[in-house]
Every structure is written in structure tokens, then in C-alpha cells.
């Protein structure tokens, strides 16, 4: 589709979900003449083979004289029946769902929320319309999950429209949690004081030496410091998040608060106490950006907006910019795509196999893996056999003299400073970060807890808890064997 684009369409084809779509962009001509040609040549184009299509953009004019335009005409030049042709033509039909009873539908309320763009005439008469709209294939009705208007904050006279898009059929994604450390710098200073703390009460509580340690009990009390280590992180957090007040999302929150504040005034609902606050918060904004208090707090949406935006952009630069020993992991992290989309939309089963519901692809990946990663088990006859490729017995006693000997503080720290920094982490949601951050308290700590349970065979539960995900080794090829399994696990 490419030798037909132009500013005023753009056409792509891509995969989701195991369907091809077809996604169209359509800027077309305000004038009527042009933009009734511009659809009649859109409609002698030969599409590809595709399954649904998807079709925003600003076509400049309305289909439904009441829905779409505030001003009700019953006779006006702003329908296109070349629009209505090739819509039908591409079997196309509103994403926007229509009101059941629109006799029954506050109308203001359904043109605040989506129409898209606003003009005035004949005397300061202020209209708005739905210009900007999604189509889709009728098959694709289903799959549509929201249609919103979304206010930007740019310099443009056009309210954004986003379409939410899910696969009625595919399964609800359970991804893995994001990891808790490192915090934010809002709270770095505080979750590292409490970190320091919890360590260090519990390295006084060790003994010295693991002559009188109970490996099982101290095993057990690892596992409880990491989780209530993680759960005192995530309080810490919170509590600096709430306490902030001038961070650009919570002057966004609450802008955004008292602007459904004076819809629900405008709308005539019964005046609350939080709607009052917002009110009035509301009246101490800047005058002259359109008279009313609804503006005003738009204007002000739109200003913190582009602060956002413009704040975001200079911290780009920042991070992007290099230095004499700077890696380049922060230019390719916002263009490489390597790990931007692991999740399986679709998996066939294995051969030998009887096919699984949509929901049971871990179960699918397992039939084809488990004869790999759980073979049958040697035989006593066979690892003799092995063994005596080695040698005499006595060949690597030299060598294997270390093993017996305890865990040193300088061995842990060397096994520390190995960690790379920034790396995933595993279920405990801990990441590297946490053991080289605080490694002058776990060094000493894990120096005990190692000599102890390695002499009693006895280690953490959580030492056999791995997060399991996939990696594809190819394109979208459904076969289990096209994703490699990868373990994150934890110390």
C-alpha cells in the first residue's frame, strides 16, 4: 500500500492475536467537492488480503446529524455519501457504539465525551462535532474494548480518539511482577535507611559461628526477612508517593478531579463537599483562557501537559547524552525491540499431543519441553561407566580439597561484585541492585547462612522458586519449540 501514500492516507498491515489487520489513516479534505473525490478513489483502491481492517483518522465531516454535531441541522452539506459508500464497500462500521435510547440521553453529556473538536459562527454560537472517528470491520465489533477521547495537552485543534483493542478469545495475560528494588528516587534515601536497619537487627541476632544454628529455622527467617524486607519497600514507597504533592501526574490527577467535579454541576447532580473543594480550587486558576471555569481547568490540563512532556524530553536528552565510559544501554533501550513482546498469543500442540484450550498454554508448552527437560534417569551402571572416563579416584583430590572447606567473606563478596547491576530479578522482586547496595550486611550474613546450611544439607524454600517465561527464538511461528524457556531465580 505504500506507492498510495500521502498526507492524507497511510495504510500498514500488521498481526495480532494470530489475525493479519489492515490499519488505515485517513486525513481528508475539509471542502466537500475534494473530499467526496478523495472517498470515491479510496474505494477503486485494491486492498490486501487481510482478515479485519481498522480505519481512524479526521474525515471532516459527520454521519449522524444528531450524534456527531452539536448543532442539529436536519438539512446540511456536511454528510458524505461517498464516505457511507466506501464504508460499506470495505465493510466498515462505527467503533463508537450509539446510545440505546437517545430520547433518554443527556446529550450534553454524550458530546462532552465524544466529540472531538470545537468552532464557533454566526455570532459567537459555540458547536462541537465528532470528526475524528475508528471503523472497523464488522467482525471486529467484539473486539473492541473502549473508545475514548483523550486531551492531549499539544497545540491542536482536534481532541485525540484512542481505540482499545482485545481479543475476545485470547486469554487475560498474567505477567510477571515488576521488581520492587530499586525505588524510585522519591524514596531511595528512606527504603535505604530501613533496609540498613532490618540487616543489621538481623545479623545481630546470628550467631557467630554455626556450630548452635538450627538450618532449618534460619532458613526459614531468610525467607521471612526478604518478604517483610519487600513489603516495608513497598510502604516506603507508597507513603513517599502520597506525600509528594507536586510531582506532574498528581497535578494531572487532580485537574483531571476537578474537571468531572464541574461536569457533574453542569449536569445538575446534588452539590457534595468534594465537589465544592474542587470548585473552588478551581476558581483560583488563571483567568482568560475562555471565561469559564471548565476551561479554565482545560487550559491548565493542557499547560501541565506539555510541562510533562517537555520535562520527559529534556530527561531524554539527558540520558541519552554520552560520556567518556557511558555504555549505550539507554539509546538502544527505547528502540530495541528484543524483549518488547514475549507474550504467546498463540500455541499449537505438540506432536503426539491432543490440542489444549486457549487458557492452558503453559500446560501445551509443558507437553513439548517435559520430555527434554525431564528425561529418564541414569542408571547406577551407567554412571560408573562415566566416572571411570575420569580417572583414578584419587586424581582430583588436589582439586576438589576447597569444596570442604568453609565459605569465606571474601568469596561471597567476589560472588557479589559479579552481580551485573540492573538485570531482572527473581520472585522475591529483589534484583541484583539490593545485593551490592547493601553487600556490606549480607556479606557477613550470607557467609553464616551458607556455612550453616551447606553443612546441614539444609536451604531456603525459596531457593527452588524460579520465574518461568518465554523467549521466541523466531517470528510468530506457533509451535512450542519456537520459544526458548527462560528462569529468573533468587539467592
Known amino acids: 500500500m505504500?506507492?498510495?501514500?500521502?498526507?492524507?492516507?497511510?495504510?500498514?498491515?500488521?498481526?495480532?492475536a494470530g489475525a493479519?489487520?489492515?490499519?488505515?489513516?485517513?486525513?481528508?479534505?475539509?471542502?466537500?467537492?475534494?473530499?467526496?473525490?478523495?472517498?470515491?478513489?479510496?474505494?477503486k483502491l485494491e486492498l490486501p488480503r487481510v482478515d479485519k481492517i481498522v480505519a481512524g483518522g479526521d474525515y471532516n465531516c459527520t454521519m449522524d446529524s444528531r450524534l456527531d454535531r452539536s448543532w442539529y441541522r436536519k438539512v446540511s452539506d456536511h454528510e458524505s455519501p461517498a464516505l457511507a459508500h466506501l464504508l460499506a464497500q470495505w465493510g466498515l462500521v462505527d467503533a463508537q457504539a450509539p446510545p440505546d435510547d437517545i430520547d433518554h440521553v443527556d446529550m450534553h453529556d454524550y458530546y462532552e465525551t465524544t466529540h472531538t473538536y470545537e468552532y464557533s459562527f454566526g455570532g459567537g454560537v459555540e458547536a462541537t462535532a465528532r470528526?475524528?472517528?475508528?471503523?472497523?470491520?464488522?467482525?471486529?465489533?467484539?473486539?473492541?474494548?473502549?473508545?475514548?477521547?483523550?486531551?492531549?495537552?499539544?497545540?491542536?485543534?482536534?481532541?485525540?480518539v484512542r481505540l482499545h483493542l482485545r481479543s475476545p478469545t485470547d486469554p487475560i495475560?498474567?505477567?510477571?511482577?515488576?521488581?520492587?528494588?530499586?525505588?524510585?528516587?522519591?524514596?531511595?534515601?528512606?527504603?535505604?535507611?530501613?533496609?540498613?536497619?532490618?540487616?543489621?537487627?538481623f545479623l545481630d541476632t546470628l550467631p557467630d559461628t554455626g556450630a548452635n544454628m538450627?538450618?532449618?529455622?534460619?532458613?526459614?527467617?531468610?525467607?521471612?526477612?526478604?518478604?517483610?524486607?519487600?513489603?516495608?519497600?513497598?510502604?516506603?514507597?507508597?507513603?513517599?508517593?502520597?506525600?509528594?504533592?507536586?510531582?506532574?501526574?498528581?497535578?494531572?490527577?487532580?485537574l483531571r478531579r476537578q474537571e468531572s467535579r464541574i461536569q457533574e454541576d453542569m449536569k445538575g447532580c446534588p452539590p457534595s463537599v468534594e465537589m465544592i473543594t474542587d470548585a473552588l480550587d478551581a476558581l483560583n486558576l488563571q483567568d482568560g483562557f475562555g471565561g469559564t471555569p471548565l476551561k479554565w481547568v482545560r487550559h491548565a490540563i493542557d499547560t501541565c501537559t506539555r510541562q510533562h512532556a517537555a520535562t520527559h524530553r529534556q530527561r531524554l536528552f539527558r540520558e541519552g547524552g554520552y560520556h567518556s565510559g557511558k555504555t549505550t544501554k539507554a539509546f538502544f533501550n527505547r528502540i530495541s525491540?528484543?524483549?518488547?513482546?514475549?507474550?504467546?498469543?498463540?500455541?499449537?500442540?505438540?506432536?503426539?499431543?491432543?490440542?489444549?484450550?486457549?487458557?492452558?498454554?503453559?500446560?501445551?508448552l509443558a507437553d513439548a519441553w517435559t520430555p527434554i527437560f525431564q528425561q529418564r534417569g541414569s542408571t547406577p551402571e551407567a554412571r560408573a561407566e562415566v566416572l571411570e572416563w575420569l580417572g583414578p579416584r584419587s586424581a582430583y583430590t588436589a582439586v576438589l580439597e576447597g569444596l570442604t572447606e568453609p565459605v569465606t567473606e571474601a568469596e561471597v563478596a567476589e560472588a557479589?561484585?559479579?552481580?551485573?547491576?540492573?538485570?531482572?530479578?527473581?520472585?522475591?522482586?529483589?534484583?541484583?541492585?539490593?545485593?551490592?547496595?547493601h553487600a556490606d550486611l549480607l556479606v557477613p550474613i550470607m557467609t553464616r547462612l551458607y556455612n550453616c546450611w551447606?553443612?546441614?544439607?539444609?536451604?531456603?524454600?525459596?531457593?527452588?522458586?524460579?520465574?518461568?517465561?518465554?523467549?521466541?527464538?523466531?517470528?510468530?511461528?506457533?509451535?512450542?519449540?519456537?520459544?526458548?524457556?527462560?528462569?529468573l531465580t533468587q539467592l
Open 20 to 43: 493479519t489487520l489492515l490499519f488505515v489513516c485517513i486525513y481528508a479534505p475539509h471542502r466537500r467537492a475534494q473530499r467526496e473525490n478523495f472517498y470515491r478513489h479510496l474505494s
Open 131 to 160: 470528526l475524528d472517528r475508528w471503523y472497523v470491520s464488522a467482525p471486529l465489533v467484539e473486539w473492541v474494548a473502549s473508545v475514548e477521547v483523550w486531551r492531549t495537552g499539544t497545540q491542536a485543534d482536534h481532541e485525540a
Open 173 to 201: 495475560r498474567v505477567r510477571k511482577p515488576a521488581r520492587v528494588y530499586p525505588p524510585p528516587p522519591i524514596a531511595q534515601d528512606a527504603v535505604s535507611a530501613a533496609i540498613t536497619q532490618r540487616l543489621q537487627a
Open 2 to 16: 505504500e506507492a498510495h501514500w500521502s498526507s492524507h492516507f497511510m495504510a500498514v498491515t500488521g498481526n495480532y
Open 454 to 487: 551447606i553443612a546441614a544439607g539444609v536451604f531456603p524454600a525459596t531457593f527452588l522458586e524460579a520465574d518461568i517465561f518465554c523467549l521466541k527464538k523466531g517470528g510468530g511461528i506457533p509451535r512450542p519449540f519456537e520459544l526458548q524457556a527462560a528462569r
Open 337 to 364: 525491540n528484543k524483549y518488547a513482546d514475549n507474550e504467546v498469543h498463540r500455541l499449537d500442540a505438540a506432536a503426539g499431543h491432543t490440542a489444549r484450550g486457549v487458557h492452558e498454554k503453559a500446560d501445551t
Open 214 to 254: 538450627d538450618a532449618g529455622e534460619w532458613a526459614t527467617a531468610w525467607d521471612q526477612l526478604k518478604v517483610e524486607t519487600r513489603k516495608e519497600t513497598l510502604l516506603i514507597i507508597k507513603q513517599r508517593r502520597k506525600m509528594a504533592r507536586a510531582t506532574y501526574k498528581q497535578r494531572l490527577r487532580r
Open 416 to 437: 557479589f561484585g559479579a552481580l551485573k547491576r540492573g538485570k531482572a530479578c527473581g520472585p522475591d522482586r529483589l534484583s541484583n541492585d539490593w545485593y551490592r547496595d
